[in-house]
């Protein structure tokens, strides 16, 4: 299986995988979806190659995702482990240690426990990292490259979500995430004749041909569906 194959529709806007080893950008506003097609990317996916990922909680904690999850018709893999670091965002003052650190070790301790089969890295999310860490805008970008570079070396597939105020529109490239990421994935709302739909839309993927038109992102008795239709 490859992971446009997870999804229903979602091989209708990629014509190619998203390669091995990139780390791609889950953008969007609340209730777009990020967390859930996340998820759903990385179960379907360990599920039916027998490899093994890590889905790393910043902003709920494990009950509470899963449940969120569930009533989404999506379900857990067994070889999708859920590293909950939520508490971390009641007790970080007390924390003296590298939140990113502590982070990056608890991936590449799953990667020699796991070895070669352990192939995919979630974080949710970037602004709840961001919240936790008391470093200078001018800074996050390095210490970011730091996070991500290792992840690459070891050929982890890693979904990080980065939830937005606005669409990014077509000045998604002034985020300086994006210049650290391989692709990005922009999930939005939009309404139109007070009807209101979810859409998809693959603003970048490296290495991997794909259309950028927005697709629309629903969630149906079976988990997400892509399709194409009628947006803006």
Do not use: W
Not at 172 to 186: M, Q, R
Not at 199 to 228: C, N, W
């Amino acid at each position: 299986m490859r992971f446009i194959d997870t999804i229903e529709g979602l091989n209708e806007i990629f014509s190619t995988d998203i390669p091995k080893g990139s780390v791609v950008l889950i953008t969007g506003a609340p209730g777009t979806l990020k967390s859930g097609i996340t998820f759903s990317i990385l179960s379907k996916y360990l599920n039916n190659v027998g490899e093994f990922g890590t889905y790393i909680t910043l902003e709920q904690s494990k009950d509470n995702h899963l449940a969120n999850m569930e009533s989404m018709g999506l379900e857990l893999s067994d070889n999708l482990s859920i590293s909950d670091f939520s508490d971390y965002r009641l007790q970080y003052d007390d924390f003296s240690g590298d939140l990113l650190n502590l982070i990056e070790t608890n991936i590449l301790q799953y990667k020699q426990k796991m070895g070669d089969k352990f192939t995919c890295v979630a974080l949710d999310s970037l602004g709840a990292l961001y919240s936790l860490l008391d470093v200078e805008p001018q800074r996050m970008r390095k210490r970011l490259y730091h996070l991500f570079e290792p992840l690459r070396r070891e050929n982890l597939t890693t979904f990080v979500i980065l939830e937005t105020t606005e669409s990014l529109g077509m000045n998604y490239a002034d985020n300086f995430e994006s210049y650290l990421a391989d692709g990005i994935i922009e999930l939005g709302i939009h309404m139109k004749d007070n009807t209101t739909k979810r859409y998809i839309q693959a603003r970048k993927m490296r290495a991997s041909a794909h259309s950028m038109d927005p697709f629309i992102l629903t969630v149906s008795d079976e988990g997400l569906k892509v399709y194409r239709g009628n947006i803006f």
